[in-house]
Structures are given as structure tokens and as C-alpha cells.
């Protein structure tokens, strides 16, 4: 039941989104604003506001600037922002702190601490690097992390939303828990992202739509794509995408411009990726790890296309191999190639998994709609 005001009317909670980078929360969280705000809560963002206010603003949240670099591992820098976030808080009056990413989580949830809000949603969308790396520091960073997360910056009235199971996991909770909730990433939207007809084939067009970052395993691809060709398989890859200026994994432009020969063609960013998935048959990400529930599989999955990806958190979540279509190990250019080669020969294959993945969104719980409904859940248990 939601609290009441004096005059006996329901009082919707303020709910205050903390994340780093504005246009993240405009790729990812604007159907989530908006559930929100549809459901009478009173809903701010706060980021750093460089191209996207008027698009958040839109939702009927209101926009409110934090500069704080995301790529920035400084304890000094991230305490100066939980001290202004803090008293950002604190002049709302926000009632549940809604943390995105773990940077977020981080500078968030100690704002929130300083704020004295006790109500607060960590929603974890991978671990990036900190989960890609399996050696003694990427262990001993993880460590570090559910420390502090279950530690001091967690309340008896925190809730956690999670895009997969294997990070509940690591963070030593239970997928059961009435704590937890794991949804199907940011959510898609089956109506905007729709199943076009499959071009002609041969050959297979392969699409890779992602920020150009090493952690995606774009190289993986590349040289799968060369192994495969050299076997006689009949395919092309297209790369969709930027590197990220502030991502220290970013790839350079040079080496993207070197890769685009001999089948393999990079494009550059795009705002049609829903064309982009169009004209290919199959979408490929094969990650190195980190990941919450990469968009791009969404997107590629609602598009009806057939999906190669890696064994690792996240992708395995949505894609189940040999159905919406085929999983492999990360860093094996080899199995990937492979991979390729079977769907290149088969694409009877390939429409069936690409039936199979336009499926999976609509029946497994990766809608916005879907993921929204699990989010109010949450505003109306914490209010």
C-alpha cells in the first residue's frame, strides 16, 4: 500500500536516477522514466548532462547536471561526487535512490548513505572489465566490490535489479531472494524493433552493432571472419559502431580502418541499427565478459536475426545455443569460425533461430513492459 499524505490521497515516492553518463540513460532508461512518471512517482535524473536533457526531459523527469567521469578510479574524485550528489539529494528530497551501473552504484550509494535515504535500488548492468578479467586482480577487485556493496553502502531497504543471474551470484545473493530481482536488461520494445524479412543468401551477412571496444571481442570476430573465409565459407561481417573516447579499451580508428578489407567492412556509428540488422542475417558480439544483457543482443533478437555469441554472463542469459542460435567460448577465434562456417551453410538454420530469438523477447521476460512492471514493484515496496 502506498503512504497517504494529510488529506488522505496517495504519496508517490520521488525517485531520483543516479548514473553517470546522460547518454546512457537516454540509450537504455527512458521507458523506465516514463513507467514512473505514469504511475505518479516524481521522477529526477541525475547525470552528466552533455547532449541529452531535452530527451530525458521529455519523459516529464526532471534533468539535474553531476559532472564526475565515469572512466575515473580516483577515491578522492568519486568522494567529491558523492558529496555533491549528496547534497543534490538532499535539496530533492528523494525518497528511493534508483543507482545505475556500477560506478553508480558506488558514488550513489554513498551519496545516499551521506543523505541519510536508506531506500535504494542497485541495478547492476555488468561488471565491465572488473568482470571480463580472471586473473588474481580481477578476483581480488570483485572481492573488494561485494565487500563494499553488501558492506556499508547496503540498507535492510536496498533492492537489487540485476540483468543476469551470474552477477547476483558474485555479489554472494541469492536469485531467490525477495532482495533480488533479475530482469531482461533495460527492456525492448517488440512493436518499435520488429522481425524484417532475411536478405538473400549466399553470402551470410554477418552484423557486429557495439561501441568498438576490445572487451566486445570485435577482434575475435575479425579474425574468425578471416579463418572461416579461408575455409571457402561464403559470409561477410559488417562492425556498426564508435570506439569510446573515455573507455580505455577503445580500439583505435586506424586499426577499425585496417580491419575493413577481405569481407570485413566497418561503418562507423549508425542511428538506423534497426536497418543495419536489416540487411543482415545474423548479429554476432562475441564478448569477453562483463556484461549485464548487452543491448545489442536485444535489439538483434527482436529483429528476428539468428545470434552468435560467447559463453559468458549476460549473452548465455538471452541466447541459448542451438536455439536462438550459437554460443561459444570467449577469446577462440577458431570455435567462432566455425560457427560461422554452420550458418553459412544452413540457412534454413539461420531463419529458425532468428524465429526462435524474436520468440525468446517476447515470451521471456526481455520487454520493456515486462521489466517496467518489475521496477514499479519495487518503487511501490520501498515507498
Not at 571472419?225 to 559502431?241: K, M, Q, V
Not at 533478437?301 to 549476460?314: E, H, Q, Y
Not at 513492459?369 to 514493484?377: E, G, I, S
Request: proline fraction near 6%; include cysteine; charge should be neutral.
Amino acid at each position: 500500500m502506498q503512504p497517504q499524505d494529510e488529506g488522505g490521497e496517495d504519496k508517490r515516492a520521488h525517485v531520483a536516477f543516479v548514473v553517470t553518463e546522460d547518454w546512457f540513460f537516454a540509450s537504455h532508461f527512458l521507458p523506465m522514466a516514463r513507467a514512473a512518471v505514469a504511475a505518479g512517482h516524481t521522477v529526477s535524473v541525475i547525470t552528466r548532462v552533455r547532449a541529452h536533457r531535452d530527451v530525458i526531459a521529455a519523459t516529464g523527469a526532471r534533468v539535474v547536471d553531476l559532472e564526475a567521469e565515469r572512466s575515473s578510479l580516483n577515491p578522492m574524485a568519486a568522494g567529491y561526487a558523492a558529496g555533491q550528489l549528496a547534497a543534490i539529494l538532499k535539496a530533492l528530497k528523494a525518497d528511493i535512490v534508483h543507482c545505475i551501473a556500477l560506478r553508480g552504484i558506488l558514488v550513489g550509494g554513498a551519496a545516499a548513505m551521506l543523505a541519510g535515504i536508506p531506500s535504494r535500488v542497485y541495478a547492476l548492468t555488468g561488471l565491465g572489465l572488473i568482470g571480463a578479467r580472471q586473473d588474481r586482480t580481477g578476483r581480488l577487485a570483485r572481492t573488494a566490490l561485494r565487500l563494499l556493496i553488501r558492506g556499508p553502502l547496503e540498507t535492510a531497504r536496498t533492492r537489487y535489479l540485476f540483468e543476469n543471474p551470474d552477477d547476483a551470484r558474485l555479489l554472494g545473493l541469492d536469485q531467490e531472494s525477495p532482495r533480488v530481482t533479475v530482469v531482461g536488461g533495460a527492456g525492448i520494445d517488440p512493436e518499435t524493433w520488429v522481425a524484417r524479412p532475411l536478405p538473400p543468401q549466399p553470402p551470410l551477412r554477418i552484423v557486429l552493432t557495439a561501441r568498438m571496444l576490445w572487451s566486445k571481442g570485435v577482434d575475435t570476430a575479425v579474425t574468425a571472419t578471416h579463418l572461416a573465409r579461408a575455409e571457402g565459407a561464403n559470409l561477410e561481417l559488417a562492425l556498426y559502431g564508435a570506439p569510446d573516447p573515455s573507455n580505455r579499451r577503445a580500439i583505435p580508428e586506424a586499426t577499425l580502418r585496417e580491419w575493413s578489407r577481405d569481407g570485413i567492412s566497418w561503418h562507423g556509428p549508425t542511428a538506423d541499427v534497426a536497418e543495419a540488422l536489416a540487411q543482415a542475417h545474423v548479429a554476432c558480439l562475441p564478448s569477453r565478459g562483463g556484461e549485464g544483457l548487452p543491448r545489442a543482443l536485444l535489439e538483434a533478437a527482436a529483429s528476428g536475426r539468428a545470434i552468435l555469441t560467447t559463453d559468458v554472463p549476460g549473452c548465455r542469459t538471452l541466447v541459448r545455443d542451438g536455439i536462438e542460435g550459437l554460443v561459444v567460448p570467449p577469446d577462440d577465434p577458431s570455435a567462432l569460425a566455425a560457427a560461422m562456417a554452420r550458418l553459412a551453410a544452413d540457412p534454413a538454420l539461420v531463419a529458425r533461430m532468428g524465429a526462435a530469438a524474436r520468440a525468446r523477447v517476447l515470451t521471456g521476460g526481455f520487454t520493456e513492459a515486462a521489466v517496467t512492471r518489475n521496477v514499479l514493484r519495487l518503487y511501490a515496496e520501498l515507498a
